[in-house]
């Protein structure tokens, strides 16, 4: 390159600075403007605007990205001068951030022939380290009698390149190589430096292969502002890094960002063409939108139309809401398969997964506390902490699929309590403390305690899985293996075509349009809650609570057969049903079809197959009003028995003394007695012999 094409270079992009026209006007004279208004040092320039203006230049800058970016950061800071010379000397340095490249690199395809090369790559921020300050430029004194010199090395203005500062070979002002050069880091140049493990989005990861990642280096007003879980598009110059010692052959490579921009909106990444949006608009004014859609979800999975539906409602999900006090609201519909062997359950995830625009989907029996949501980790090299995120935080704007969810064990199930609820995950692990976004729908499923779901039993003893969990899920299904003629003749009949002739199972709606549908739906559908289907949601509310007010009692000992927590489940339900039709209007129908899921849900999980009745404070204590009104009496009973100054009382004697006070079997007594005491409401003193704790 000729001195007068490097001169050229800045004055060109001087021209482009100053010149560079769109519909609002200067635009990057009036980002310059921003720029020393808001006390800024970096310019972001959208690469297609200088492809536009000057194609060669844009051309050149992806081939020798740090030559002609050094000749930027130059002519953006004689521009400024030219603005604020006041301004310009107390910032004193300033770069050129470049967003938008044409193309984006996958993470794995950044191989060698990249290097030294201007590319933009995306992903999900799995690991970040802390920041800290990196040396650029050391300032020396050669301790020598007759010298004492303090000098800056390098003695330009160009950065250390290595992890290590070189003594300088000759002081520079004496010329002498003998004496002591003493680092004065109190006074040397330095620049906020961080590292960040950038890895694929799942979407884009082969079936079968491990994601995979790469270092992303950050340094000044790139620090700090991204978290770990967020999706990421960098533009940086790709760097080889030696791997082990200095003196190895062997190199990893490494992005040495120019621009980081975080995508606010989990969809927002994905573009929908005009042809695509067409074809949307088109599907949304069938009729009959809604049936396909659900129809095809898992084509070739047999019935569960129900099952088909929650998942389709899901994808879609309620619109979130902010309130002025900062209350976030969440959207996301939560949804649990529990059922028999056999019946699809998995398939359906896997149907879900593939069709969702974001997903993750991991095995309940390979999933840990910390794999779930957020782990903190030591580095090996510099034995600092660092955070890397788990599922739950990748998934964040999309859907969570777990597996095998009653497989789990029980304190790494729970870890995800907060992350359903609250949509965050706190971490609070050898010093640090960090909130990260967990903004994903979760559809897990599961196999019942005993193998198979036994209908005479109430469902909180058919699942091995504590209230806690199941009271956040908006829906849940139990899935059976029911046994008739005419209905396993259908079910073989209909696996059997599906083995036979499986290309006639196409689904109704294809299944990358669908992808599309579900983002363009959730990007620009927020639809609203009308007065008639607020009625509607209002009164079944209502008459389920005061069905339960005949049976009195005190606090506790009635029946609850829907709370506020499924008065939210509906709203969400209705509006994910407004938005399969891309409406803006929450109506009648949605809010019917809301109701219709909802009491199906509560009439097979919250049955108390005692009494017949509906009870969903079974999901969220455990027991039913019978039951906690029997545990009410045995304690009162207890201590009754222990005022005579007794340590305990017999099991035979509580027993006897319930039964003929509630009329209760004696299995039923001691099968309650049991469970209070597995519970700690009740201790076994000794052998067969119990007292309050």
């Not at 010329?175 to 680092?183: A, D, I, K, Q, T």
């Not at 120019?258 to 949307?280: C, F, G, T, W």
């Not at 967990?438 to 599961?446: D, F, M």
């Amino acid at each position: 390159m000729t001195e007068q094409q490097e001169v050229s270079i800045g004055e060109r992009f001087k021209d482009f600075i100053r010149n560079y026209r769109d519909s609002t006007g200067l635009k990057y004279l009036d980002r310059v403007n921003r720029m020393i208004n808001l006390d800024m040092s970096s310019l972001i320039v959208d690469y297609p605007d200088l492809y536009r203006y000057d194609h060669e230049l844009a051309e050149l800058l992806i081939d020798q990205p740090k030559k002609v970016l050094e000749e930027f950061d130059d002519a953006l800071k004689e521009v400024i001068v030219a603005e604020d010379a006041e301004f310009a000397k107390r910032k004193g340095k300033f770069h050129v951030r470049i967003q938008g490249l044409f193309d984006t690199t996958k993470i794995r395809d950044v191989k060698t022939e990249m290097i030294d090369k201007l590319v933009q790559v995306e992903g999900i921020i799995t690991r970040m380290k802390p920041v800290r300050s990196r040396m650029i430029r050391a300032l020396f004194r050669h301790e020598k009698e007759g010298c004492n010199a303090e000098f800056y090395w390098p003695m330009d203005e160009e950065e250390i390149i290595e992890d290590k500062i070189e003594r300088p070979p000759a002081c520079p002002v004496c010329g002498e190589s003998g004496g002591r050069f003493v680092l004065l880091r109190d006074k040397s140049t330095y620049i906020d430096w961080q590292e960040i493990t950038l890895q694929e989005r799942p979407e884009d990861v082969p079936g079968g292969q491990m994601p995979r990642s790469i270092m992303v280096e950050l340094t000044e007003d790139l620090v700090d502002i991204a978290r770990p879980g967020d999706l990421v598009t960098v533009v940086g110059i790709v760097e080889p890094v030696p791997v082990g010692n200095d003196k190895s052959p062997f190199f990893e490579l490494r992005v040495n960002a120019n621009s980081l921009r975080v995508s606010e909106k989990a969809l927002e990444e994905v573009s929908i063409s005009r042809e695509d949006e067409e074809q949307i608009l088109r599907l949304a004014k069938d009729p009959w939108i809604r049936e396909k859609i659900i129809a095809s979800m898992a084509p070739t999975i047999y019935g569960h139309w129900d099952l088909k539906e929650a998942i389709a409602l899901q994808l879609f999900g309620g619109v979130p809401k902010v309130a002025p006090d900062g209350t976030r609201i969440r959207g996301d519909i939560h949804v649990l398969f529990i059922g028999d062997p056999g019946v699809a359950k998995s398939q359906l995830l896997q149907s879900a997964s593939r069709i969702a625009p974001r997903s993750i989907y991991t095995s309940g029996k390979g999933s840990s506390a910390a794999g779930l949501t957020a782990a903190v980790l030591k580095d090996q090299r510099t034995g600092e902490y660092y955070l890397e995120a788990g599922a739950m935080v990748l998934a964040d704007g999309g859907l969570a699929v777990i597996d095998e969810f009653d497989k789990m064990r029980n304190e790494d199930r729970v870890s995800i309590h907060e992350a359903m609820e609250q949509q965050t995950v706190s971490v609070s692990k050898a010093g640090i403390v960090a909130r990260l976004n967990a903004r994903a729908s979760v559809l897990a499923a599961g196999n019942p305690k005993y193998g198979i779901y036994d209908s005479q039993r109430p469902f909180t003893d058919n699942v091995n899985l504590p209230p806690t969990v199941l009271s956040r899920f908006d829906l849940i299904f139990v899935v059976r293996d029911l046994m008739a003629m005419e209905h396993d003749r259908r079910l073989a009949r209909y696996v059997l075509d599906v083995h036979s002739d499986y290309a006639k199972f196409t689904p109704e709606v294809d299944p990358q349009l669908l992808k599309k549908y579900v983002i363009y739906a959730k990007r620009y559908s927020k639809p609203q809650l009308t007065e008639e289907a607020k009625q509607i949601i209002e009164d079944f509310f209502v008459t389920m609570r005061s069905s339960a007010q005949k049976y009195g009692g005190g606090e506790g000992q009635a029946p609850v057969p829907i709370t506020a927590r499924q008065l939210e489940a509906l709203v969400r339900l209705a509006e994910a049903h407004a938005r399969m039709a891309l409406k803006d209007r929450v109506e009648v129908e949605d809010a019917e079809e809301a109701v219709r899921l909802v009491l199906s849900f509560l009439s097979s999980v919250g049955l108390d197959v005692e009494e017949g009745i509906i009870d969903y404070s079974m999901i969220a204590t455990g027991a039913s009003f019978h039951t906690r009104r029997l545990m009410t009496v045995i304690t009162d009973t207890i201590r009754r028995l222990m005022e005579d100054g007794r340590p305990c009382v017999k099991l035979d004697d509580i027993v006897k003394d319930v039964t003929n006070t509630a009329k209760v079997p004696k299995e039923k007594v001691e099968d309650t007695i049991k469970k209070m005491n597995q519970g700690g409401m009740i201790l076994e003193h000794r052998a067969g012999c119990y007292k309050l704790p």
